[in-house]
């Protein structure tokens, strides 16, 4: 498989993912109280958004990529 090819591919992988999840979900821990022998935690969802026109760019990049390679062979 070619190198283009399998670029391709990813790309389009890419962007059927961000059309899927929208957005990468982490937990991140951070201590609220530390007082002596008193630790207390908070546990914090934060969400990194993907916006749909990133997976549009991927997914027609990896379509042209892969129609461009083609039409060469």
Known sequence: MRTTTLLAVILIAIGIVAFGYQG???????TVVDIG??????EKTKTFPLPPIVGAISLVGGIVL???VRKKS
């Open 66 to 68: 892969l129609v461009v």
């Open 24 to 30: 990468i979900t982490y937990t991140t821990r951070e």
């Open 37 to 42: 022998p008193l630790k207390i935690d908070a």
